[in-house]
Protein backbone atom coordinates (compact mmCIF):
# COMPACT_ATOMS: atom_id res chain seq x y z
CA UNK A 1 0.00 0.00 0.00
CA UNK A 2 1.24 3.85 -1.34
CA UNK A 3 1.98 5.57 2.02
CA UNK A 4 -0.03 8.86 1.94
CA UNK A 5 2.76 12.00 1.35
CA UNK A 6 3.15 14.60 3.94
CA UNK A 7 0.92 17.71 3.08
CA UNK A 8 2.73 20.32 0.86
CA UNK A 9 5.40 17.38 -0.18
CA UNK A 10 3.38 16.01 -3.10
CA UNK A 11 4.97 17.41 -6.23
CA UNK A 12 1.80 17.79 -7.75
CA UNK A 13 0.66 19.76 -5.15
CA UNK A 14 3.47 22.18 -5.78
CA UNK A 15 2.65 22.17 -9.45
CA UNK A 16 -1.29 22.94 -9.56
CA UNK A 17 -0.44 25.86 -7.09
CA UNK A 18 2.54 27.20 -9.18
CA UNK A 19 -0.08 27.58 -12.12
CA UNK A 20 -2.42 29.17 -10.31
CA UNK A 21 -3.02 32.94 -11.36
CA UNK A 22 -3.72 34.65 -8.11
CA UNK A 23 -7.21 36.88 -8.41
CA UNK A 24 -7.69 40.04 -8.84
CA UNK A 25 -8.86 42.21 -6.25
CA UNK A 26 -12.59 43.12 -6.72
CA UNK A 27 -13.61 46.38 -7.83
CA UNK A 28 -16.50 48.68 -6.69
CA UNK A 29 -18.55 51.11 -8.71
CA UNK A 30 -16.09 53.70 -9.14
CA UNK A 31 -13.35 51.39 -10.44
CA UNK A 32 -11.35 51.54 -7.62
CA UNK A 33 -10.05 48.06 -5.28
CA UNK A 34 -10.86 48.88 -2.14
CA UNK A 35 -10.97 45.16 -0.47
CA UNK A 36 -8.38 43.61 0.64
CA UNK A 37 -6.71 40.62 2.15
CA UNK A 38 -8.23 39.47 4.92
CA UNK A 39 -4.47 38.85 6.44
CA UNK A 40 -3.00 42.29 5.31
CA UNK A 41 -4.63 44.54 7.42
CA UNK A 42 -4.10 47.83 5.32
CA UNK A 43 -7.82 48.80 4.95
CA UNK A 44 -7.91 52.57 5.70
CA UNK A 45 -10.37 54.61 7.45
CA UNK A 46 -11.01 56.55 4.28
CA UNK A 47 -11.73 53.13 2.26
CA UNK A 48 -14.43 51.87 4.06
CA UNK A 49 -16.04 55.28 4.52
CA UNK A 50 -16.19 55.18 1.11
CA UNK A 51 -17.64 51.50 1.19
CA UNK A 52 -20.11 52.36 3.35
CA UNK A 53 -21.18 55.86 2.00
CA UNK A 54 -24.12 56.89 0.17
CA UNK A 55 -23.03 56.47 -3.28
CA UNK A 56 -23.03 52.99 -2.82
CA UNK A 57 -27.15 53.14 -2.14
CA UNK A 58 -27.34 55.75 -4.51
CA UNK A 59 -28.88 53.38 -6.88
CA UNK A 60 -31.32 51.79 -4.73
CA UNK A 61 -34.54 53.32 -4.23
CA UNK A 62 -36.14 51.20 -1.39
CA UNK A 63 -33.18 51.24 0.59
CA UNK A 64 -32.01 54.22 3.14
CA UNK A 65 -27.92 55.18 3.52
CA UNK A 66 -26.12 54.98 6.64
CA UNK A 67 -27.11 58.70 7.16
CA UNK A 68 -30.94 58.00 6.60
CA UNK A 69 -31.31 59.48 3.43
CA UNK A 70 -33.32 58.01 0.53
CA UNK A 71 -30.42 59.12 -2.17
CA UNK A 72 -33.18 58.46 -5.35
CA UNK A 73 -35.45 61.44 -3.81
CA UNK A 74 -32.61 63.86 -3.70
CA UNK A 75 -31.99 63.66 -7.08
CA UNK A 76 -35.50 63.77 -8.04
CA UNK A 77 -35.45 67.14 -6.48
CA UNK A 78 -32.34 68.25 -8.12
CA UNK A 79 -34.74 67.55 -11.47
CA UNK A 80 -36.95 69.56 -10.16
CA UNK A 81 -34.11 72.56 -9.18
CA UNK A 82 -32.98 72.26 -12.75
CA UNK A 83 -36.51 73.07 -14.18
CA UNK A 84 -37.73 76.38 -14.84
CA UNK A 85 -39.27 78.56 -12.32
CA UNK A 86 -42.59 78.01 -11.44
CA UNK A 87 -44.50 80.31 -8.54
CA UNK A 88 -47.76 80.55 -6.54
CA UNK A 89 -49.00 83.33 -5.04
CA UNK A 90 -52.36 83.42 -2.68
CA UNK A 91 -54.46 86.01 -2.67
CA UNK A 92 -57.11 87.53 -0.27
CA UNK A 93 -59.89 86.95 -3.11
CA UNK A 94 -58.25 84.08 -5.20
CA UNK A 95 -54.82 82.28 -6.24
CA UNK A 96 -52.12 82.82 -9.09
CA UNK A 97 -50.34 80.60 -10.61
CA UNK A 98 -47.16 81.47 -12.88
CA UNK A 99 -44.27 79.84 -14.88
CA UNK A 100 -41.56 79.97 -17.45
CA UNK A 101 -42.37 78.69 -20.74
CA UNK A 102 -39.03 78.92 -22.81
CA UNK A 103 -39.26 76.46 -25.72
CA UNK A 104 -36.52 74.66 -26.71
CA UNK A 105 -36.26 75.98 -30.45
CA UNK A 106 -38.19 78.90 -31.99
CA UNK A 107 -39.84 76.60 -34.09
CA UNK A 108 -41.79 74.55 -31.79
CA UNK A 109 -45.60 75.96 -32.00
CA UNK A 110 -45.52 77.47 -28.47
CA UNK A 111 -49.19 76.75 -28.38
CA UNK A 112 -48.86 73.02 -28.14
CA UNK A 113 -46.95 73.60 -24.96
CA UNK A 114 -48.85 74.15 -22.12
CA UNK A 115 -47.30 73.76 -18.52
CA UNK A 116 -50.65 74.93 -16.68
CA UNK A 117 -53.07 72.78 -16.57
CA UNK A 118 -56.90 72.42 -15.21
CA UNK A 119 -57.81 69.52 -13.20
CA UNK A 120 -61.47 70.28 -12.10
CA UNK A 121 -63.23 73.16 -13.13
CA UNK A 122 -62.29 74.99 -10.00
CA UNK A 123 -58.32 73.15 -9.05
CA UNK A 124 -55.43 74.33 -11.40
CA UNK A 125 -51.66 73.17 -11.55
CA UNK A 126 -48.19 73.68 -12.38
CA UNK A 127 -44.80 72.34 -12.28
CA UNK A 128 -41.47 72.15 -12.66
CA UNK A 129 -39.17 69.24 -13.48
CA UNK A 130 -39.95 66.69 -16.06
CA UNK A 131 -43.08 67.36 -18.54
CA UNK A 132 -43.59 64.23 -19.21
CA UNK A 133 -43.91 62.81 -15.32
CA UNK A 134 -46.19 66.21 -15.03
CA UNK A 135 -48.59 64.36 -18.14
CA UNK A 136 -49.52 60.80 -15.52
CA UNK A 137 -49.75 62.83 -12.27
CA UNK A 138 -52.28 65.20 -13.85
CA UNK A 139 -54.27 62.01 -15.68
CA UNK A 140 -54.55 60.09 -12.17
CA UNK A 141 -55.46 63.32 -10.28
CA UNK A 142 -58.00 64.20 -13.14
CA UNK A 143 -59.32 60.35 -12.60
CA UNK A 144 -59.44 60.71 -8.75
CA UNK A 145 -61.59 63.73 -9.14
CA UNK A 146 -64.04 62.52 -11.36
CA UNK A 147 -64.04 59.42 -9.64
CA UNK A 148 -65.18 61.10 -6.34
CA UNK A 149 -67.63 63.26 -8.48
CA UNK A 150 -69.32 60.44 -9.42
CA UNK A 151 -69.20 59.45 -6.08
CA UNK A 152 -70.76 62.02 -3.81
CA UNK A 153 -72.07 64.31 -6.89
CA UNK A 154 -69.77 67.78 -6.21
CA UNK A 155 -66.49 68.93 -6.68
CA UNK A 156 -63.25 67.34 -5.14
CA UNK A 157 -62.10 69.57 -2.27
CA UNK A 158 -58.87 70.38 -2.97
CA UNK A 159 -57.38 69.19 0.14
CA UNK A 160 -58.70 66.01 -0.78
CA UNK A 161 -57.27 66.20 -4.11
CA UNK A 162 -53.88 67.18 -2.82
CA UNK A 163 -53.80 64.47 -0.38
CA UNK A 164 -54.50 61.75 -2.99
CA UNK A 165 -52.16 63.14 -5.67
CA UNK A 166 -49.32 63.41 -2.86
CA UNK A 167 -50.44 59.49 -1.90
CA UNK A 168 -49.20 58.17 -5.62
CA UNK A 169 -46.27 59.85 -5.08
CA UNK A 170 -45.16 58.37 -2.28
CA UNK A 171 -45.83 55.13 -3.33
CA UNK A 172 -43.40 55.31 -5.47
CA UNK A 173 -40.56 55.97 -3.05
CA UNK A 174 -41.92 53.02 -1.57
CA UNK A 175 -41.67 50.37 -4.21
CA UNK A 176 -39.29 48.22 -6.05
CA UNK A 177 -39.00 48.60 -9.86
CA UNK A 178 -39.95 52.32 -10.01
CA UNK A 179 -38.65 55.26 -9.62
CA UNK A 180 -39.78 59.07 -7.77
CA UNK A 181 -41.90 61.40 -10.34
CA UNK A 182 -39.16 64.17 -11.05
CA UNK A 183 -41.48 66.94 -10.65
CA UNK A 184 -42.99 69.25 -7.84
CA UNK A 185 -46.60 71.00 -7.94
CA UNK A 186 -48.08 73.82 -7.08
CA UNK A 187 -52.30 73.44 -6.99
CA UNK A 188 -54.19 76.07 -6.73
CA UNK A 189 -57.94 75.76 -6.03
CA UNK A 190 -60.90 77.98 -4.65
CA UNK A 191 -63.47 75.79 -3.13
CA UNK A 192 -65.85 76.49 0.19
CA UNK A 193 -62.35 76.94 2.66
CA UNK A 194 -61.51 79.69 0.04
CA UNK A 195 -58.46 80.58 -1.68
CA UNK A 196 -55.66 77.57 -1.39
CA UNK A 197 -52.39 76.77 -2.71
CA UNK A 198 -50.80 74.06 -2.04
CA UNK A 199 -47.08 72.19 -3.09
CA UNK A 200 -46.46 68.58 -3.20
CA UNK A 201 -43.00 67.34 -3.73
CA UNK A 202 -41.14 64.23 -5.15
CA UNK A 203 -41.55 62.65 -1.64
CA UNK A 204 -45.08 62.79 -1.44
CA UNK A 205 -44.86 65.40 1.26
CA UNK A 206 -47.38 68.55 1.01
CA UNK A 207 -47.80 71.93 1.91
CA UNK A 208 -50.35 74.43 1.99
CA UNK A 209 -48.51 78.38 1.08
CA UNK A 210 -49.20 81.18 1.30
CA UNK A 211 -46.62 82.29 -1.70
CA UNK A 212 -44.52 79.60 -2.92
CA UNK A 213 -41.83 79.25 -5.78
CA UNK A 214 -39.26 76.42 -7.10
CA UNK A 215 -37.38 75.35 -10.27
CA UNK A 216 -33.66 76.90 -10.82
CA UNK A 217 -34.34 80.23 -9.51
CA UNK A 218 -36.21 79.30 -6.09
CA UNK A 219 -34.15 80.98 -3.88
CA UNK A 220 -34.25 84.57 -5.33
CA UNK A 221 -38.02 84.27 -6.55
CA UNK A 222 -39.00 82.90 -2.68
CA UNK A 223 -36.52 86.09 -1.15
CA UNK A 224 -38.43 88.35 -3.71
CA UNK A 225 -41.98 87.18 -2.99
CA UNK A 226 -41.21 86.91 0.60
CA UNK A 227 -40.53 91.26 0.59
CA UNK A 228 -43.71 91.39 -1.78
CA UNK A 229 -46.34 89.66 -0.31
CA UNK A 230 -48.78 91.06 2.34
CA UNK A 231 -51.78 89.14 3.36
CA UNK A 232 -54.42 91.41 2.13
CA UNK A 233 -53.31 91.23 -1.69
CA UNK A 234 -56.00 91.26 -3.76
CA UNK A 235 -55.86 89.10 -6.92
CA UNK A 236 -54.47 91.52 -9.64
CA UNK A 237 -51.48 92.67 -6.80
CA UNK A 238 -50.90 88.82 -6.67
CA UNK A 239 -50.56 89.02 -10.79
CA UNK A 240 -48.28 91.85 -10.95
CA UNK A 241 -46.32 90.35 -8.37
CA UNK A 242 -45.89 87.07 -10.07
CA UNK A 243 -44.69 88.99 -13.09
CA UNK A 244 -42.31 90.58 -11.52
CA UNK A 245 -40.97 87.78 -9.46
CA UNK A 246 -40.78 86.12 -12.82
CA UNK A 247 -38.62 89.08 -14.25
CA UNK A 248 -36.52 88.79 -11.45
CA UNK A 249 -34.56 85.84 -12.92
CA UNK A 250 -35.89 85.86 -16.29
CA UNK A 251 -33.26 85.50 -19.50
CA UNK A 252 -33.91 87.57 -21.83
CA UNK A 253 -37.33 89.53 -23.10
CA UNK A 254 -39.96 88.77 -21.10
CA UNK A 255 -43.53 88.60 -23.27
CA UNK A 256 -46.90 86.87 -23.39
CA UNK A 257 -45.44 84.01 -25.60
CA UNK A 258 -42.84 82.31 -23.24
CA UNK A 259 -44.63 83.05 -19.46
CA UNK A 260 -47.67 81.29 -19.05
CA UNK A 261 -50.14 82.18 -16.24
CA UNK A 262 -53.05 80.74 -14.79
CA UNK A 263 -55.66 82.42 -12.36
CA UNK A 264 -59.04 81.66 -9.90
CA UNK A 265 -61.21 84.07 -7.75
CA UNK A 266 -64.13 84.30 -6.21
CA UNK A 267 -66.15 82.85 -9.27
CA UNK A 268 -64.29 79.80 -8.48
CA UNK A 269 -63.83 78.65 -12.01
CA UNK A 270 -59.85 78.02 -13.11
CA UNK A 271 -58.41 79.40 -16.08
CA UNK A 272 -55.20 80.10 -17.92
CA UNK A 273 -54.49 84.00 -19.12
CA UNK A 274 -54.18 84.37 -22.90
CA UNK A 275 -51.18 85.84 -24.33
CA UNK A 276 -52.90 88.98 -25.13
CA UNK A 277 -54.40 89.24 -21.10
CA UNK A 278 -50.20 88.64 -20.18
CA UNK A 279 -49.12 91.48 -22.41
CA UNK A 280 -52.18 94.00 -20.94
CA UNK A 281 -50.79 92.75 -17.04
CA UNK A 282 -46.90 93.40 -18.30
CA UNK A 283 -47.67 96.54 -20.01
CA UNK A 284 -49.42 97.73 -16.32
CA UNK A 285 -46.04 96.16 -14.32
CA UNK A 286 -43.58 98.47 -16.58
Not at 93 to 109: C, F, H, Q, Y
Not at 154 to 182: H, K
Not at 247 to 275: A, C, H, M, W, Y
Request: hydrophobic content about 35%; charged content about 25%.
Amino acid sequence: MTPKSEPGTDPAHHAFFANKKPSKAPYCAEGKSFLRSRSSGRETSAEIRFAMGDSQYSFSLTTFSPSGKLVQIEHALTAVGSGQTSLGIKAANGVVIATEKKLPSILVDETSVQKIQCLTPNIGVVYSGMGPDFRVLVRKSRKQAEQYHRLYKEPIPVTQLVRETAAVMQEFTQSGGVRPFGVSLLVAGFDDNGPQLYQVDPSGSYFSWKASAMGKNVSNAKTFLEKRYTDDMELDDAVHTAILTLKEGFEGQISGKNIEIGIIGTDKKFRVLTPAEIDDYLAEVE
